[in-house]
């Protein structure tokens, strides 16, 4: 791998933006591929994502264009940063188009819709000769952008891998600590979502500060239960990607999540809640694979399914909310 990459990033959202603006302004050729050609041309000609990160100009290196093929070509390492429920038809439909010795590198968080297989499983099917990393944490997109301090995991079984795309990634203002745990990484990323839609509600109703912290103590208790069988380490859930991602999008509006959560409380329908967010809400559908991966592992997640209720089975929030309350007292464990 050369000093100077050249690098694919599927999707132009916030995230694939801020990432691709972070990797050309680190050096790299980076070309981002948006799926709508008008919003690539747009961005392209006033070098800046109008639509996504209005305030975040273009670094030169960065191209932004519709053209697939284009963008894949002789790409060194190719970065997903679509929502992860267009994620299983995208990779069947091109996966044969990535370059044979790319890196696969995975920023999105949550789970296969319908089967609850994490992104890794997924990418493995379709690429499986790859290296794959994921990269998760507390990393808001236009906090990258705009070069605020941040830092985040860098995870792939195949640790020169991972070394290599934290070497991408890291300059300084942007920290990267490798591991080899992709699984808690993913599990801690996917289900984090989850939780930040219950502490809205939680806010939306004015619980307070002591309920905000309770739920997410007792919602990483449920990330690590389900962490524990599923093979991740527990030190994972105590890391950038467990705790840090959990407490960022549990307590800042910056989060979709949170915001969708809040719209909840305030009378909103699931549907009409999404419309108001207006960018991906990657909670929703975790918390249906979070409460599928809950009944495949025999494993207690009070907070995921009171979220799964609200939003699959009409069960009213301010219901759901007496319901985990309600629970019978039991001793503190992990
Ligand atoms: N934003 C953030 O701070 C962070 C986000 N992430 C994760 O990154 C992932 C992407 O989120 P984010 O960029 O924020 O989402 P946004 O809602 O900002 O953008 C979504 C992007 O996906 C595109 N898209 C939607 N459907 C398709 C499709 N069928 N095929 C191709 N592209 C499609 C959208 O295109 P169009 O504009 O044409 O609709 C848009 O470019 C999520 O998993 C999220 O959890 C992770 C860390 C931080
Ligand atoms: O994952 C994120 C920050 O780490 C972004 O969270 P939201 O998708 O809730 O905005």
Redesign the pocket.
């Known amino acids: 791998m050369s000093a100077q990459a050249s690098i694919a990033v599927l ?8 990432l691709g603006i972070v990797l050309a302004r680190n050096g790299h050729n980076v070309c981002l591929w ?3 050609p008008g ?1 690539a041309e747009r961005s392209q000609q006033d070098r800046v994502n109008a ?2 990160l209005p305030d975040c100009p273009f670094p030169e290196s960065l191209k932004i264009t519709a053209d697939l093929p284009l963008t894949l070509n002789a790409a060194e390492q190719v970065w997903l ?4 429920k ?1 994620l299983a ?2 990779l069947s439909d091109h996966a044969s188009h990535f370059p044979v010795d790319a890196i696969v590198v995975n ?4 789970f296969e819709q319908g089967t609850g297989r994490q992104i890794s499983q997924m990418v493995a099917s379709c690429l499986p000769k790859h290296p794959f990393v994921a990269v ?1 944490g507390p ?4 906090e ?1 952008a705009t070069a605020k301090p941040s830092a985040i995991t860098v995870a792939s079984v195949q640790p020169q891998a991972a070394e290599c795309i934290a070497a991408t990634l890291r300059n300084h203002t942007l920290r990267t600590y490798p591991t080899e745990d992709v699984i808690g990484v993913e599990i801690a ?1 996917g289900l984090k ?1 989850v939780l930040a839609i219950a502490a809205g509600v939680a806010d939306g109703f004015g619980f307070g500060a002591n309920a905000r912290a309770a739920l997410i103590t007792r919602g990483l208790a449920e990330l690590m239960r389900l962490g524990g069988l599923a093979g991740a380490k527990p030190e994972t859930f105590m890391g950038l990607a467990g705790v840090g991602d959990l407490v960022l999008t549990c307590t800042d509006d ?1 989060s ?1 999540n949170r915001r969708f959560g809040l719209k909840l409380a305030q009378g909103y329908t699931r549907d009409e809640a999404v419309a108001a967010i207006g ?2 809400v ?1 909670g929703i559908g975790a918390a249906a694979e979070g409460e599928r991966l809950a009944g495949r592992y025999q494993v207690d997640m009070p907070i995921v399914h009171a979220v799964y209720q609200v939003l699959y089975e009409g069960v009213l929030a301010r219901e759901a909310v007496s319901q985990i309350l309600a629970r019978e007292p039991r001793h503190q464990e992990v």
């Open positions: 999707g132009a959202g916030s995230w694939g933006t801020a948006a799926r709508d919003l639509r996504y940063a679509l929502p992860t267009v038809d995208f920023a999105s968080k949550g998760s990393t808001f997109a236009h990258v990323g979502n910056q979709r960018q991906a990657e």
